[in-house]
């Protein structure tokens, strides 16, 4: 389990773009899959994007792909969200998750990961 704290969001205008970050402490993220959640007001958390410990084989919610790009340094313990061509409903705040598995399968559900992050938010208006 590792200690993950989330930066970067704020308040912007539909159209706009940020990166998001991820930054990971108390053990390397190397072999953990990483992933980034969402959270709107009195709604569940759902997934947006993952990415395996090599790098490989990011994968997305289909509503996000194409708009969002996952990315990880992992020299750095970092993990990032570019979010691009914002929309009022991607308002919500976004959460960094881990995992230590073996495997490169496709996790997507919150309860797949151990260590979360407390959230950053974002806000777009229009």
């Known amino acids: 389990q590792v200690q993950l704290e989330e930066s970067g969001g704020g308040s912007v205008r539909a159209g706009d773009s940020l990166r998001l970050s991820c930054a990971a402490s108390g053990r390397a993220l190397n072999s953990y899959i990483m992933a980034w959640f969402l959270q709107a007001p009195g709604k569940e958390r759902e997934f947006v994007a993952g990415i395996t410990w090599s790098g490989k084989s990011p994968y997305y919610a289909d509503s996000v792909e194409g708009r969002f790009t996952i990315s990880r340094d992992n020299s750095k313990n970092v993990v990032y969200l570019k979010v691009n061509s914002l929309t009022l409903e991607d308002t919500a705040t976004y959460y960094c998750?881990?995992?230590?598995?073996?495997?490169?399968?496709?996790?997507?559900?919150?309860?797949?990961?151990?260590?979360w992050g407390q959230g950053t938010q974002l806000t777009v208006s229009t």
């Open positions: 998750a881990a995992e230590n598995y073996s495997s490169d399968y496709e996790y997507t559900e919150a309860a797949d990961f151990g260590s």
